[in-house]
């Protein structure tokens, strides 16, 4: 699922918001990704990707973000490494990683 625009409504997703300055925006996204259990693996720039794994059995999932073209825009992208379906995992984790950056971000 991925934030680009054209996506369709089943793989859609909003990008994060912020107002202020982008530098501080990606480093509090980074201490919430952190903070929800995701390992850093790389950081380039405007971009960030983050591995999580399943609690159950484990499975790798990528979270990928990416400065907007746009001022104020974090563009997303979340996808399962295994399987065509993940329940809705990845969708619900980008939605409590939102919350967690709106709040941080209010500080």
Do not use: T
Not at 48 to 67: C, G, K, Q, T, W
């Amino acid at each position: 699922m991925s934030s680009r625009p054209g996506e369709d409504a089943v793989h859609g997703l909003a990008p994060l918001v912020y107002s202020g300055d982008a530098a501080v925006a990606l480093g509090r996204l980074k201490q919430v990704a952190v903070a929800e259990g995701g390992k850093l693996v790389r950081v380039h720039g405007g971009y960030m990707h983050f591995e999580f794994r399943s609690r159950l059995f484990h499975f790798v999932d990528d979270v990928e973000f990416l400065l907007g073209r746009e001022p104020g825009r974090i563009e997303v992208r979340s996808a399962s490494r295994s399987g065509y379906s993940d329940l809705g995992a990845n969708r619900r984790r980008v939605e409590r990683l939102r919350r967690r950056f709106e709040e941080a971000m209010e500080r």
